[in-house]
């Protein structure tokens, strides 16, 4: 992604819109709004560094699936599958992702308890009446289908091979913000520093530049640093940046076939990569919580001391693994209850928040960025009613409790 083009200057001092944030949810709103007849406004994107590199955006794992324990969630993949089915083909390639644009190797979800096992059946019930292809494994389906897995301690599984699998989320966010600029949206490399208000109104935002910009509506996006951006108005929010590990590892002798997207019990998951090697993700050995937004470190042994037992044990195969290419990301992760916050401030009308994905944000972008754009030109969602998501449900303390969070 060529980052030199982005001035830092803006061309106007007064914006319609104006996005801060210019990775997955600014770019998925900036396109909605470019491509709606109904709008004639100005945007503007505010992207402190263009090059994602520090993004949630850039560390994703790219996948996407209809397993969730909230119906709105369900919707949301399954829009999500339905853009990139419609649009894939234009995204830049991603050599991990080649045609067609989502690769079906499914999640699978591994229970080795009867609790969980009754967790996965009521969310398989849930997912199914939304239209999901969710279906139920028991221990011995789950071997004759991957009779690489050792299976010994697994009671169940669920498995959805439609729509659900891997695709090219970063290609997408780089075609969205150049269909966005050549649609006339307006990206610079700057940072917001300051939000005044007018009463209850966002009046202005302070570049880091030094320059002053009045705005129309002002929209968050701002991923791991939501909350930063958020206390500019002197609005809190329960988003923290959560570190994850990301590797890639190959073997010896490849697996005869796709590794879907398998959850381990132990929180380890690990799915086929390119053709040949393999990706394989955790949250931290220790406890779980808030890192710096700029501390991108390797805290611990990851790999050695969580990653490689696990692996070996669940597929034997895998014992000859070796690293081949490894990062660290953040998640943008909702305290709250662990979902996005899509919609206004339910005081200052003319902020509106994109935030808070928690993990899944890659495959929540078309959607939540499809009801941003449509709040800001309508008032009101059209094609997907996202208001369960609102910020309201924060000041009324009504979590909408995601657990399927990985
Ligand atoms: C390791 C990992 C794996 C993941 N895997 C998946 C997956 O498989 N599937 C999935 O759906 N999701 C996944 N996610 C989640 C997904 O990547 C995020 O939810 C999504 O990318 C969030 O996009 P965003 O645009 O909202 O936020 P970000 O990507 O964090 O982007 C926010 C942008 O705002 C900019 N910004 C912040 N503050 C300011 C400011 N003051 N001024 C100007 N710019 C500012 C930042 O520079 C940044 O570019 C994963 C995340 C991680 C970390």
């Known amino acids: 992604m060529s980052t030199s083009d982005f001035h830092t200057t803006p061309l106007r001092s007064h914006y319609d819109v104006v996005i801060v944030g210019g990775a997955t949810s600014g770019s998925s709103i900036a396109w909605y709004l470019s491509i709606n007849p109904d709008f004639k406004g100005s945007v503007l994107v505010v992207e402190r560094d263009p090059s994602l590199q520090f993004s949630a955006t850039k560390a994703s794992n790219n996948c996407i699936r209809q397993q969730f324990a909230t119906a709105i969630n369900v919707q949301i993949a399954q829009y999500a599958a339905d853009f990139v089915k419609h649009f894939g083909a234009e995204f830049p390639p991603d050599e991990c992702v080649p045609n067609p644009p989502i ?29 999901a292809g969710t279906q139920m494994l028991s221990m011995s389906d789950i071997k004759a289908k991957y009779p ?39 990206y610079i490399r ?10 209850s109104k966002v009046r202005s935002i302070k570049l880091q530049s030094g320059g002053q910009i009045t705005v129309g509506t002002l929209v968050n996006a701002a991923g791991t640093r939501a909350a930063m951006v958020s206390r500019l108005a002197g609005i809190d929010l329960p988003i923290e940046a959560r570190r994850r590990y990301t590797y890639i590892f190959s073997i ?18 690990l799915r086929s990569y390119g053709a040949k090697d393999y990706l394989v993700g955790c949250p931290p050995i220790g406890p ?33 693994a070796r690293v081949t290419n490894s990062w660290i990301g953040h998640y943008e992760f909702n305290t709250f209850d662990h979902n996005a916050i899509v919609g206004p401030h339910n005081e200052i009308s003319n902020l509106l928040f994109c935030v808070g994905f928690s993990g899944h944000g890659s495959q929540q972008a078309p959607a939540c960025g499809r009801g941003v754009a449509e709040l800001i030109i309508y008032g009101k969602f059209q094609t997907l009613d996202l208001s369960v998501l609102s910020y309201k449900r924060i000041m009324q303390n009504r979590p909408l409790m995601e657990r399927a969070v990985i």
């Open 103 to 131: 690769r079906n190797f499914g999640y699978l979800y591994l229970s080795n308890s009867s609790k969980f096992t009754e967790v996965l059946k009521v969310d398989q019930t849930l997912q199914a009446s939304c239209g």
């Open 148 to 186: 690489f897995f050792y299976t010994d301690d697994i009671d169940s599984g669920s498995l959805n091979l439609v729509d659900e699998g891997a695709f090219n989320a970063f290609g997408m966010v780089q075609w969205l913000r150049c269909a966005a600029r050549d649609n006339g949206v307006e």
């Open 190 to 199: 700057n940072e917001v520093i300051g939000v005044s208000l007018d009463g």
């Open 252 to 269: 010896d002798e490849p697996l005869p076939q796709d590794l879907p997207l398998t959850i381990d019990p132990t929180g380890v998951h």
């Open 288 to 320: 779980d919580t808030a890192v710096d937004v700029n501390d991108f470190s390797f805290a611990e042994d990851a790999w050695g001391e969580k990653i490689l037992p696990v692996i070996t044990r669940r597929v034997p195969q895998f014992a000859s």
